[in-house]
Structure formats: structure tokens, C-alpha cells
Nanobody, 127 residues
Framework: QVQLVESGGGSVQAGDSLRLSCAAS????????MGWFRQAPGKEREFVVA???????ASYADSVKGRFIASRDGKNTAYLQMNSLTPEDTAVYYC?????????????????????WGQGTQVTVSS
């Protein structure tokens, strides 16, 4: 069983930056994929970015490409640097961990590829 603990959410103004962290219990295998998803009020949860642990390859949703940067350290923590935030980025952000990275990059965007989920952290961006 893997536990994911998120931190770094908060309330900011449009144009500001935030960095989210997601710490996983234990050391992560090279086959791991870490994803970030978000859910805005009244909307379905949507994919934000996924990062393959072994290669550090990241795949971004178009809505955040060029503004958000996913990274990970060498052990068990993933980060989501969010820049140029807009009110449309307001949501609960979830990190998720998949034990086996799918080869098809499109599948990284699918929730069913992830085995464990964090509790979520609120990000609120005001105009």
C-alpha cells in the first residue's frame, strides 16, 4: 500500500505561482508514473500532467502547457510548479501514483492507470 501526502495548496492572486508537493511512502520503483489531476467545483476531475519516474518524461494537458512544470526528486516526492495562475486553475489538485507506467503516452491521462491517490489540496486563484 502506498500513501500519498500532498502539500502546497493555498489562495493566490492571478499571475502568482504555487508549488505543490506529493510525497509517497517508501521508495518508488522505476516503473512508477506520477500524475496530477484537478477537479474544479461542479466539474469532473481532469488530467493535468503525468511524469514517468524513470525518465522524468512529462506529458501535459494543453491548458497548462508552458505554465506548469512537473518534476520529481530522486526518491519519493513529486512536484508541480504552477506559474501564471488564472482563476480557471482554481480546483482541488490530486496527485496519483501508478505502479506500472503505460507505454502509450495517451494512457497517462487516464485515471484508471493510477493505483493510489492523494487526499487533494485546494488551490484558489482570485482575479
Amino acid at each position: 500500500q502506498v500513501q500519498l501526502v500532498e502539500s502546497g495548496g493555498g489562495s493566490v492572486q492571478a499571475g502568482d505561482s504555487l508549488r505543490l508537493s506529493c510525497a509517497a511512502s517508501g521508495r518508488l520503483a522505476s516503473t512508477t508514473v506520477m500524475g496530477w489531476f484537478r477537479q474544479a467545483p461542479g466539474k469532473e476531475r481532469e488530467f493535468v500532467v503525468a511524469i514517468r519516474w524513470s525518465s522524468n518524461f512529462a506529458s501535459y494537458a494543453d491548458s497548462v502547457k508552458g505554465r506548469f512544470i512537473a518534476s520529481r526528486d530522486g526518491k519519493n516526492t513529486a512536484y508541480l510548479q504552477m506559474n501564471s495562475l488564472t482563476p480557471e486553475d482554481t480546483a482541488v489538485y490530486y496527485c496519483a501514483l501508478g505502479l506500472n507506467t503505460p507505454a502509450d503516452v495517451n494512457r497517462l491521462r487516464t485515471e484508471s492507470e493510477y493505483d493510489f491517490w492523494g487526499q487533494g489540496t485546494q488551490v484558489t486563484v482570485s482575479s
